[in-house]
Every structure is written in C-alpha cells, then in structure tokens.
C-alpha cells in the first residue's frame, strides 16, 4: 500500500534552503537552482508577485487617498519607518511597521525593514557602485577590524557575473577606486552636473564626479528580455514595484529565474527560528521554522544552508541556533558573533544654488538620481585626523516657484503659470564607519516576540572619527560649492540615528583567522563548513560605496563554491 | 416564544437601532464619512465657498468644479495634528455666515485674517494641494507623466 503520509521527512528535504529572499537570498536561490539544485527559499513575509502584487505602481497622484501622504495617525504610530525617505502612501505596504516587529534599543538605531518575498530589493536606492582593494585592503593598512580575507581579482568576475544579469548602467570612468564594470549606457548628468563635474575636476585633479551607477534598464539586453523586463521608463517610482522591470529586484529578476528552472520551492510566511546542528555529524543537518500564521513549528533539511535573512536578522538567527557545541551561537567559537557592527555616515547634507545655464532645464526623469562622488580621502594614504574617507552624491536641479500668497484669481493664475528659478544643487556624504566591539547586537535576555523568537537588542553609535569626518565632508563641499560659484551654501548637520542609511553591516564578519571572525574566505561558518553567510552581515568592513551589488557577487561567488565543495563530497 | 428567539429578537432589533444611528440622513451630515472632526452640511458649505473664494471658477474650474472642499475635509480629518484639526474648527465656526454675496464677503474676511491664522494657512495649504493634484490640472494645465521614458539633462529653452 502507497504511503499516504505525505509530512514524511523526505518531504521536508532539500539540496540547500536559502533563509530570506531580499537582494542576497534571491541571487542565492537562483545560482543553486541553475545549477540543479533543490531549493527551498524560506521568506519570513508574505508573498508579493512581480506586477501583481505592486498594487499601488499604476496610480497617479489624485488616485491615492492622501495624494500619497500618510494619515497622522500612521505617523505618529511609526516614528521610525517614518523617519525613512520612501515610507509614503504609495509604498508603505512594503514596510514594517514599528510596532509589528519591536526590537530594543540601547542607543538610537533606526532599524528599516522589509518583511515579504523579495525583501528590500523592492525599496532599495539601487545604487551600485564597485568595491575596490582600497576597500578590501582598508582594515590591514589602516589598522582596524581585521583583514578581509579576499581581495578585488576573488571578487571581480563574480562583479562581472551579477552585473550583466541585473543590468546596471554607467560609464567606464577608468577610476581605481571604482572600478568598471559590465555597463549598459550610463544615465548622463544634466548641465548643471556636468558643469561642476569640470570645475571639481579642473581644480582638484585628484576628485571626479561621475554619473551614478544604478540598477536601471537604460537598454534591455536579451538576458533581460528573458527575464520579462524591458527598457526603465523614467518613471522614478521604484519603491512601488516596477511594471516594467526597469529596475533590480528579486521578484523581477532573480526569483522568476530561480523558479523557471522547476528547482525552487518557495515557502512565504515561515519564520526562521534556528539552524539545526547535528553533534555527531558535526554539521548543519536543516532549520526550524515557526509557520506566521499558525505558530506552528516545522522542520526542513538539507545539505547545505544559505543565511540571506538581512544582516542584523542573520546575527540575531545564528545567536538564536544553541546547541551543546555552540552555546553562543552557531559558529560563535571567536565570541565575535554580533559585534562589529557597522553602517554608512549619512549625517550630513549640503544644498547651494547656481545663478548660471538658466537657459536650460531637464525633461523626463533621471533614475539615477544625478552624479557620484567616489572616495578621495586617505585613498592612496593617510591625510587627514581621522581614518578612511567618504563618497558622495550629487545632483542638480531646475527649481521652479509660483506665489502662493495671494488669494483668487491672481492664486489660481500663478499656481497654473510656475516661473523657473535658479538651479538648485545638493550633495550627501556617504562615509565609511569602523566596526567595534562595541557597536554589537544581542539577544535580549527577557522579552520575546510573538514567534518565540528573542528581541533583538542594537547598540550602535557613531564615535568620534564620524564627527570628523563629517566635519570635513561639509568644509570640503563647502570648499567645492564656492569654488564652482554656487551661492546661497547651506550646510546640514542633519544628525540622524546609525540604521537610517539602511547599509547596516557586520556581526558575522569574513576574516583569515577563526579566532577572531566568524566566516572563511568562501563564507562558510569557520567552525560549520555547510553554513554559508553572504548578505550585510558578512562585510568585515564597510567602504564608502553601496553594498548590495556586492552582496551579490559574494552570493554568486559562494553558490558557485558550495556546489563544487558539494560535488567533492565536502559538505 | 422560546428564551433563545426572544433573545435573537431582541439582538436584530438592538441592531436595527445600531444601524439607524450611524447612519444619520438628516441634512445637516457632510456628505463623506469623517471619523475624527465633526462638521455639519452647513460647514460642508461654506468649506465649499470659501475653497472657491480661494481658487474661484475661471474659463477653467474652480474649488466647487473640483470637489476640493471634499478634499480638505477629509484631509484635515486624516492627516492633520489633533491641535490644527481644533485650531481649523475653531477658524471655520468663526468665520461669520455670508449673507448676499459669499465671494466677496468671504473674500474680505479672509484677506482681513493675520498671515500667520492656522485656519487660513490649512485651508490654502489643503486647498492648493488638492488644486494642484487633482486629476483636471493634471491631465490639463500642469501635465504629470506617469510615464516619461526618457531624461534630457540640457534642455535648451525655447525663448
């Protein structure tokens, strides 16, 4: 008689199981699914379908209730996600609410997430700019954290690989800071971008301005069309979901790719609670998940797992995976586990206005947002009072008024007939923090959340090389602002809680030496080789540049090193 | 009549009476649901006359055309601060009733209040916003793209 007991074990087995399908899980899911691998992706979330589940990407603005604002109440219930730049009418669907999901904070940290299939690579800014070795050798010659146990040439071709699939467009600047990659067409700077990209780099040869390196479509090669996207329409409303796919996201690109292939078994709704680890086998045998919705615990089991849960959630999973070998946390023989945590300085703005090209404005909408100023601090050595540097954005605008003090007809008339006023430029600084011991995440000793799971508690601030080096981020634009003649300079000491730069990073750092880091060169755990870790919680150190095209490279380039091991009979 | 039909009786007509009183038909309810702030048909009104003083019908249409009183209600309703929600009742209840000729007496009672009223400053501030937001100015006068597919960063302007 056939077995009619479908929950058998066998049921619950993989090839690998991928825990989060954001902007790392997806590209894990999609390298083992191409490669034959059975893959269960575990996604704490609920589904969301690439067009179908964008409910709000075709609306225009009166269409929306609150012509896109949020009700007060909304706000005034989530002082945190609001405090994020995309958290509007239009998106806030995509967000976690503060009070879903709490988490304890020892010092101010704005933690923004987003709980569905596809993670933030919904939201995400889709900046992608290279690392390069004055990264990866940033932490030896300057003598914080620890070594990065790669350097560019491990990194480069799998840089090569993801980026032709994304699609990402930029110029080959030819900058050994920033690397080139497989570009489509950059988006070009506007007149105004270019005309400060020639007095940066006429008076200060050393600096570049170039245009932003962004995950958009501006041609559709095949490999795109294959996936169903075409060409980026210019519409700038990504936080929404693309109809287009103009955009990178796992559920445009990777997950619809991953689940072509018949290998992917995606599974929404399934809170992770810990990896497996089996004593005598002396390895991860599966995970436990706790079901969203009806608490109840279910096992999965594979060879090989993959951690792609978002780096603080990865931390507080591996913290939260105790066996009889890892009292602290799986992997965590080094006690390094949580600490060293990062993120990028984004406290600070600088606006100024330019009296010149008032012949000229944009038309359409640029998805890259405007130009890019990679790193020329400390890059070839040490100059200032404090360590590593910072990168920034620059854009310009054609600002346009009406006056709206008046009242009836004259109202009406110059709200219908806006005057174009002077060109309006800006600039953010994007720095390079140090990870510390200090800087950590912790389980919570008391309080837990609906699912069991400990709250996570955050301990991150900024020190005092952050306040330097902002410091000298608004005196150099400053410098750089006058210098192009651009007047009316307003400096904006905008202090705002490490978190909101939504780079946060570290806690499961790569490192040479098992004793004091948490993952090998491949990231594996050191002391659990079938563990592999590739989001934000892998970097041993933070650059100035966006993380996400790096995480990933380093998913690729960790599939690609699992399935070889796998084939040796290694894992 | 059993004790379970006569509590079941008893329930509908206790129900009945739920509905029949959050659902008021008398003329004096504004004409969208608000859960917040309370105004009357007869706010609703002069909401509707002072909008129009503000953003009057042209050889285009004005605040009434538009519905934007209905706009700011709801507005002012959902998105403004408990404290504004008082101070914009409180501005509205004080605005004295018009008699023959509602723009122009609007129109000098509002051009009489200080710059700095919070009334006047929400009601232009929704006002406008809705104006310029609505489907007729953006369809018509100060057209959005929903879908530019293309960016030129030098445009020359034609003089």
């Known amino acids: 008689m056939a077995n009619l007991n479908i929950d058998t074990r066998d049921n619950r087995t993989y090839d690998a199981i991928v825990i989060g399908s954001g902007i790392s899980g997806g590209w894990t899911a999609k390298e083992l699914c191409e490669k034959g691998l059975k893959t269960l992706v ?145 988006y070009p700077l506007n007149i105004v971008e270019k005309y400060f990209k020639q007095q940066v780099e006429q008076k200060y040869p050393e600096r570049k301005v170039i245009s932003a390196r962004c995950a958009h479509l501006s041609h559709a090669n095949q490999i795109h069309i294959d996936q169903g996207r075409v060409k980026c329409q210019n519409r700038t409303l990504c936080q929404r979901g693309c109809p287009f796919g103009g955009y990178f996201s796992s559920n445009a690109s990777t997950l619809p790719w991953a689940a072509k292939t018949g290998n992917m078994t995606l599974r929404p709704n399934s809170v992770v609670h810990s990896i497996l680890y089996d004593e005598s086998k002396g390895k991860a045998i599966g995970v436990k998940v706790i079901d969203k919705d009806s608490k109840e615990e279910i096992d999965f089991f594979a060879k090989v797992i993959f951690l792609n849960a978002a780096a603080l959630n990865s931390n507080l999973l591996l913290l939260n995976s105790t066996s009889q070998r890892f009292p602290n946390g799986l992997g965590n023989d080094s006690g390094t586990l949580g600490k060293y ?39 070839h050595k040490q100059e200032t009072d404090y360590l590593r540097g910072y990168a920034a954005g620059f854009g310009a605008y054609r600002s346009s008024y009406s006056d709206e003090s008046g009242l009836g007809i004259s109202l009406k008339e110059s709200i219908l007939n806006p005057k174009l006023g002077n060109w309006g430029v800006g600039s953010h600084m994007m720095g390079e923090t140090i990870p510390k011991a200090s800087n950590y995440v912790a389980l919570d000793g ?56 939504i780079h946060e990073m570290g806690g499961v750092r790569m490192g040479l030496d098992p004793k004091t880091s948490m993952l090998n060169k491949w990231h594996q755990l050191h002391a659990c080789k ?16 966006n993380p996400s095209l790096t995480y990933m490279a380093f998913a690729a380039r960790a599939v690609d090193h699992a399935v070889s091991e796998l084939k040796k009979g290694n894992l | 009549m059993n004790r379970r039909t006569a509590l079941k009786q008893f329930f509908v007509l206790a129900g009945g009476i739920w509905i029949a009183s959050s659902c008021d038909f008398s003329a004096e309810a504004p004409s969208i649901a608000l859960k917040q702030i309370k105004l009357t048909k007869a ?71 200080p710059k700095d009223d919070v009334f006047l400053r929400i009601l232009k501030r929704r006002g406008i916003q809705g104006y310029k937001n609505s489907e007729y100015v953006m369809k018509n006068k100060l057209i959005y793209e929903l879908v530019p597919a293309r960016y030129d960063g030098a445009l020359k302007i034609k003089a």
Not at chain 1, 450 to 458: A, F, I, K, N
Not at chain 1, 477 to 500: H, S, T, V
Not at chain 1, 530 to 545: E, I
């Open chain 1, 42 to 186: 575990l996604e704490r979330g609920r589904d969301v379908k690439h067009v179908k589940d964008y409910p709000t990407t075709n609306l225009y603005p009166w269409e929306f209730e609150h012509r896109n604002e949020l009700p007060y109440a909304v706000k005034q219930e989530n002082p945190i996600v609001n405090r994020c730049y995309a958290f509007h009418e239009d998106a806030a669907h995509f967000f976690v609410k503060d009070k879903e999901h709490p988490y304890v904070q020892e010092k101010p940290f704005d933690w923004i997430r987003g709980y569905q299939v596809g993670g933030k690579s919904l939201l995400w800014a889709r900046q992608t700019q290279r690392w390069s070795d004055f990264d990866f050798e940033g932490p030896a010659r300057d003598g914080f954290a620890v070594d990065w146990p790669i350097r560019y040439a491990d990194i480069k071709p799998w840089y090569d690989h993801v980026e032709r699939f994304a699609g990402i467009a930029g110029d080959r600047d030819g900058l050994p800071e920033l690397p080139d990659g497989e570009f489509l067409p950059a």
């Open chain 1, 341 to 379: 945590v990062a993120f990028h300085n984004y406290s600070a703005r600088i606006s100024a206005e330019y009296e010149g090209y008032l012949d000229y404005k944009t038309d359409g909408r640029n998805p890259a947002g405007g130009g890019y100023i990679p790193r020329f601090r400390n890059l």
């Open chain 1, 446 to 501: 008391k309080e837990k959340d609906e699912w069991g799971m400990p709250l996570l508690r955050v301990s991150v601030d900024y020190d005092d090389n952050d306040n330097k080096m902002k410091k000298d981020y608004l005196d150099t634009m400053e410098e750089m602002f006058l210098a192009a003649g651009f007047k009316n300079i307003q400096r904006n000491d905008a202090w705002q809680a490490p978190g909101l730069d």
């Open chain 1, 530 to 545: 079938n563990v592999y870790v590739t989001d934000g919680s892998s970097m041993t150190s933070t650059s100035t540049q």
């Open chain 2, 43 to 113: 706010d609703e009104e002069l909401l509707a006359e002072l909008l129009e003083t503000i953003i009057p019908k042209t050889d285009s249409p004005g605040a009434k055309d538009l519905k934007l009183h209905l706009f700011v209600m709801k507005m002012v309703d959902d998105c403004e601060s408990p404290e504004n929600q008082e101070a914009f009742l409180k501005g509205l209840k004080a605005v004295p009733k018009p008699q023959n000729n509602p723009q122009t007496e609007l129109m000098s009672y509002l051009e009489g209040l």
